[in-house]
């Protein structure tokens, strides 16, 4: 008798943070998976077990299971910041236990530091092991191509827009003005998405300025003259979305104890330890005060709120697509790629091509201030221009509004017009 042939195992797991649409990868990879001849099993947070030589905290996943997890957020099988790459160790343990699980073939589904183990994992395994990676981040800032999205980015920016949306209409009904911070660590995209899209006040993102490190008061001004060219046009009220990564340019000496906040594994400070919007809200406050403005201003905090959210359609049929091309490309040899969709046609991108030579890490794709898109947006905002200080009749008016002469504003404010790009 002949001996029965060992079907080839194929692994999944999630690292980073949660994103819509990470189910409908697991299942659209599964399925084609088991179609193509192969056992599938889910991995449970990330590396955080394997990494410890477990191997108990895996299950078996069928099409009857993951048919139409598609439709829902989150993870079913969760996800971890856990990160291999700190020790060899780590990564031998790894192995190991995808060893044990008689693993061969293994997607990964994450951010860039996600990405960044899987092709630390595939170098480590010489040949043992055949990895693909599924890029996933609601704050769209992956080496992709230009104007290709990472998935999870289109719905959380429509569910950032509709509670951006409900701010706006409430700043105006109160006579207030609100600070949204969203996701969106190294880039701006997510912020901008939402507050063009809005209709916001003003979006400020980290790419805008030029200068680095960015002063606590240079950002302080961008909001108060924001504020007073509102308030000169009449209105007491705005919303101004503000990214996050902010934060990770600020000049040290501004935050106070931010060298004692929590770090995660892979050495980023946990932003959402920083309230930050309490932090603008009050200097600016102040700052408003010195001209004798008196206003209301509320700190808001988006992100939690969208990355479980349910996706919505632009990433169920993306992230399917995705999960479809990942298990593909396994089970036709393919190995050490990213996963991309571009022009309707599966690329792969090669994990050496997405190394940034000269930090070793992951690239990671910012807001292109120099493009149309991003002047177009900067059009729409309610924030001081070289127009406001070249015309006079405006400069007297901004100023008179915030109880200076027009000499005394040019001085206080026209430095910011140097600053930005």
């Given at each position: 008798?002949?001996?029965?042939k060992?079907r080839?195992v194929?692994?999944?797991l999630?690292?980073?943070?949660?994103?819509?649409?990470i189910n409908?990868?697991?299942?659209?990879?599964t399925?084609?998976?088991?179609l193509?001849g192969?056992?599938?099993?889910?991995?449970?947070?990330?590396?955080?077990?394997?990494?410890?030589?477990?191997?108990?905290?895996v299950k078996?996943?069928?099409?009857?299971?993951?048919?139409?997890?598609?439709?829902?957020?989150?993870?079913?099988?969760?996800t971890?910041r856990?990160?291999p790459?700190q020790?060899?160790?780590?990564?031998?343990a790894?192995?190991?236990?995808l060893?044990?699980?008689?693993?061969t073939?293994?997607?990964?589904?994450?951010?860039d530091d996600?990405?960044f183990?899987a092709?630390?994992?595939e170098?480590?395994?010489?040949?043992?092991?055949?990895?693909?990676?599924v890029p996933?981040?609601?704050?769209?800032?992956?080496d992709l191509p230009h104007?290709?999205?990472?998935?999870g980015?289109?719905t959380a920016r429509?569910i950032?827009v509709?509670l951006?949306?409900?701010?706006?209409?409430?700043?105006?009904?109160?006579?207030?003005?609100?600070?949204v911070?969203?996701?969106g660590?190294?880039?701006?995209?997510l912020?901008l998405?939402?507050g063009?899209?809005?209709?916001a006040?003003l979006t400020v993102?980290?790419?805008?300025?030029r200068?680095?490190?960015l002063?606590l008061k240079?950002l302080?001004?961008?909001?108060a003259?924001a504020?007073?060219k509102r308030?000169?046009a009449g209105?007491?009220?705005?919303?101004?979305?503000?990214a996050?990564g902010?934060?990770?340019?600020?000049d040290?000496?501004d935050?106070d104890?931010?060298q004692?906040?929590?770090?995660?594994?892979h050495?980023?400070v946990?932003?959402?330890?920083?309230?930050f919007?309490f932090?603008l809200?009050?200097a600016?406050?102040?700052e408003?005060r010195s001209f004798?403005?008196?206003?209301t201003?509320?700190?808001?905090?988006i992100?939690?709120?969208?990355?479980c959210?349910?996706?919505i359609?632009f990433?169920?049929?993306?992230?399917r697509d995705?999960g479809y091309c990942?298990?593909?490309?396994l089970?036709e040899?393919?190995n050490a790629?990213?996963v991309?969709?571009q022009n309707g046609?599966?690329?792969?991108?090669p994990?050496?091509d997405i190394l940034?030579?000269?930090?070793?890490r992951t690239?990671v794709?910012?807001v292109?201030?120099e493009?149309?898109?991003y002047?177009?947006?900067?059009?729409?905002m309610i924030r001081?221009a070289p127009d406001?200080?070249?015309q006079p009749?405006?400069?007297v008016r901004?100023?008179?509004?915030?109880?200076l002469?027009?000499d005394?504003?040019?001085k206080?404010?026209?430095?910011l017009m140097?600053?930005d790009?």
């Amino acid at each position: 008798m002949g001996t029965i042939k060992q079907r080839p195992v194929v692994a999944i797991l999630v690292g980073g943070g949660p994103a819509p649409g990470i189910n409908s990868v697991i299942g659209a990879a599964t399925i084609r998976s088991i179609l193509g001849g192969c056992d599938v099993i889910g991995i449970q947070d990330g590396f955080k077990w394997i990494m410890d030589g477990q191997t108990s905290k895996v299950k078996r996943l069928s099409i009857e299971d993951i048919s139409r997890i598609h439709f829902s957020g989150g993870s079913c099988l969760g996800t971890a910041r856990a990160n291999p790459t700190q020790k060899v160790e780590h990564l031998d343990a790894c192995l190991t236990s995808l060893n044990a699980l008689g693993v061969t073939r293994l997607i990964t589904i994450g951010g860039d530091d996600t990405a960044f183990s899987a092709l630390k994992l595939e170098q480590r395994a010489a040949g043992r092991l055949q990895v693909v990676h599924v890029p996933k981040t609601i704050d769209n800032d992956l080496d992709l191509p230009h104007g290709i999205p990472t998935f999870g980015f289109q719905t959380a920016r429509h569910i950032g827009v509709e509670l951006v949306k409900s701010l706006m209409v409430d700043a105006e009904t109160t006579s207030r003005w609100y600070f949204v911070v969203t996701m969106g660590r190294k880039a701006g995209h997510l912020a901008l998405g939402i507050g063009k899209a809005a209709g916001a006040t003003l979006t400020v993102i980290p790419e805008e300025f030029r200068q680095k490190p960015l002063r606590l008061k240079t950002l302080v001004d961008v909001l108060a003259g924001a504020f007073i060219k509102r308030l000169n046009a009449g209105r007491s009220d705005g919303v101004a979305v503000l990214a996050e990564g902010l934060v990770e340019i600020l000049d040290q000496q501004d935050l106070d104890g931010l060298q004692d906040v929590e770090r995660d594994q892979h050495g980023h400070v946990r932003l959402a330890e920083i309230n930050f919007g309490f932090v603008l809200k009050r200097a600016v406050e102040k700052e408003l005060r010195s001209f004798g403005i008196k206003t209301t201003i509320v700190e808001k905090n988006i992100g939690y709120e969208l990355r479980c959210a349910d996706p919505i359609s632009f990433d169920m049929e993306y992230t399917r697509d995705l999960g479809y091309c990942a298990a593909q490309f396994l089970l036709e040899g393919g190995n050490a790629a990213m996963v991309s969709i571009q022009n309707g046609r599966f690329i792969p991108i090669p994990f050496g091509d997405i190394l940034d030579p000269a930090t070793g890490r992951t690239r990671v794709r910012m807001v292109d201030v120099e493009s149309e898109s991003y002047v177009i947006a900067r059009r729409y905002m309610i924030r001081l221009a070289p127009d406001d200080f070249n015309q006079p009749q405006a400069l007297v008016r901004l100023a008179t509004t915030a109880g200076l002469a027009a000499d005394d504003f040019r001085k206080r404010f026209e430095y910011l017009m140097g600053k930005d790009l």
